[in-house]
Structures are given as structure tokens and as C-alpha cells.
Nanobody, 120 residues
Framework: QVQLVESGGGLVQAGGSLRLSCVAS????????MGWYRQAPGKQRELVAT???????NYADSVKGRFTVSRDNAKNTVYLQMNSLKPEDTSVYYC??????????????WGQGTQVTVSS
């Protein structure tokens, strides 16, 4: 089993910054992708940003130019630098990773979530 441990959430004023971190406790294969999703009350979980093992990134339109996803492959860690935060960014942020094993089986793992609250 792989556990994802998130940190870095909190309360910040609009226009401020936060940095989220997520580390995978162990690696049972090759980590193909890591990233972040978020879910606000009453809304569906949505993609924020992902990054592949090769460094290819994908961002939601709403965060492009403000958020930056990065990863440290040696540490099985993914980061999300969030700048120019807006009240609409308020949500629970979930870390995500996809691992492929030696038998080519894919596994998806999720963190427990970390709250980000942006005050106006």
C-alpha cells in the first residue's frame, strides 16, 4: 500500500501564496504521474495540475499562470506553488499519484486532503 502525506495548507488572504507538498510513503513500481485535485463543498472534484515523470505538466485553465506544479522524483514528492490566490481557490486539495507496477498494472492513490482557505 502507498500512502500520500500532504502538508502546507492553511488560511491566506487573497493575493497571497501557499505551497503544498505531498510525499509518497513508498513506491511499488514506477510513478507515472503526480498532481493535485481539489473539491469545494457541493462541487465535484476537479483537476488542478498534474506532472508526469518526464516533467510534462497539465493545468486547469483557472489556475494557469498562478500555480506551478513540480516534483522531485528521487524523493517521490510533488509540490504545488500557489500564487495570487483568490477566494474561489478555497477548497480541499488532494494529492494524486498513478503508479505502474512491473506487471504493468496501474494503481491510483489519493491523499487525505488539505484545506486551503483564501479570505477576501
Amino acid at each position: 500500500q502507498v500512502q500520500l502525506v500532504e502538508s502546507g495548507g492553511g488560511l491566506v488572504q487573497a493575493g497571497g501564496s501557499l505551497r503544498l507538498s505531498c510525499v509518497a510513503s513508498r513506491n511499488i513500481g514506477i510513478i507515472r504521474a503526480m498532481g493535485w485535485y481539489r473539491q469545494a463543498p457541493g462541487k465535484q472534484r476537479e483537476l488542478v495540475a498534474t506532472i508526469t515523470s518526464g516533467g510534462t505538466t497539465n493545468y486547469a485553465d483557472s489556475v494557469k499562470g498562478r500555480f506551478t506544479v513540480s516534483r522531485d522524483n528521487a524523493k517521490n514528492t510533488v509540490y504545488l506553488q500557489m500564487n495570487s490566490l483568490k477566494p474561489e481557490d478555497t477548497s480541499v486539495y488532494y494529492c494524486y499519484t498513478q503508479i505502474v507496477t512491473i506487471t504493468t498494472t496501474l494503481f491510483d492513490y489519493w491523499g487525505q486532503g488539505t484545506q486551503v482557505t483564501v479570505s477576501s
